[in-house]
């Protein structure tokens, strides 16, 4: 399936963002948090960068369709907005345990 392509700033930012360490990867949510931990799902990451860190609450754990609707990527027209079926693949990759966030990197910067 073919994807619209995004914005090129924000893409890179995302690729650069999920490439740089910074971030633990995490399964199932947009963001979990445990024993103080913070772990990411990649779309949790795009998340933060469309927020500039400052989208998420205490109760913001939830999964990527909970937060996605709370206004970090649908509802909005700019080029932070993901379709549901492209944040349906990019989080069964995520969550496959078999792409790490520099595999999941790789292929947003081929494929969108």
Aim: with cysteine; charged share 25%.
């Amino acid at each position: 399936m073919a994807y619209k392509k995004l914005d090129p700033e924000f893409k890179a930012k995302w690729v650069k963002a999920l490439r740089s360490g910074r971030y633990k990867q995490g399964t199932s949510r947009l963001r979990t948090k445990t024993g103080g931990e913070i772990r990411y799902c990649c779309l949790g990451v795009a998340y933060n960068i469309a927020t500039n860190g400052s989208g998420w609450t205490e109760g913001s754990f939830g999964t990527y369709y909970t937060a996605s609707r709370q206004g970090a990527y649908l509802g909005r027209t700019d080029p932070f907005t993901l379709p549901d079926s492209l944040q349906g693949k990019l989080a069964g990759m995520n969550d496959s345990g078999s792409w790490d966030f520099k595999r999941i990197a790789d292929w947003i910067e081929k494929n969108l």
